[in-house]
Nanobody, 124 residues
Framework: QVQLVESGGGLVQAGGSLRLSCGASGRTIGTYVMGWFRQAPGKAREFVATISRNGISTLYGASVKGRFTISRDNAQITVFLQMNSLKPEDTAIYYC?????????????????WGQGTQVTVSS
């Protein structure tokens, strides 16, 4: 069982930046494809970004491409989501997820473990 813990959420003004972090308590995440998803009130969970096990391959959702960057540290302990040029429509709970797949994944069902989520609120 992998327990994922997110941090870094908060309140920010439109145009600002936040960096989310996610780790698996007590273990590395090097054997997992990692992803970020988000869910706004009254909406379905949405794919945000994913990164391969070796950190070379990444994919982004259309609404965040060019503004968000996913990365993982060399020690394979933490995955990050750098969010720039934030907009009010980015307001959501952001979830970190881990997949045992061998290549990057964009679908919720392909992820095996999920964090509890961290709230991001962007004010206009």
């Amino acid at each position: 069982q992998v327990q994922l813990v997110e941090s870094g959420g908060g309140l920010v003004q439109a145009g600002g930046s936040l960096r989310l972090s996610c780790g698996a308590s007590g273990r590395t995440i090097g054997t997992y494809v990692m992803g970020w998803f988000r869910q706004a009130p009254g909406k379905a969970r949405e794919f945000v970004a994913t990164i391969s096990r070796n950190g070379i391959s990444t994919l982004y959702g259309a609404s965040v491409k060019g503004r968000f960057t996913i990365s993982r540290d060399n020690a394979q302990i933490t995955v990050f989501l750098q969010m720039n040029s934030l907009k009010p429509e980015d307001t959501a709970i952001y979830y970190c997820a881990a997949s045992r797949a061998f290549i990057v994944r964009v679908t919720e069902a392909d992820y095996d473990y999920w964090g509890q989520g961290t709230q991001v609120t962007v004010s206009s």
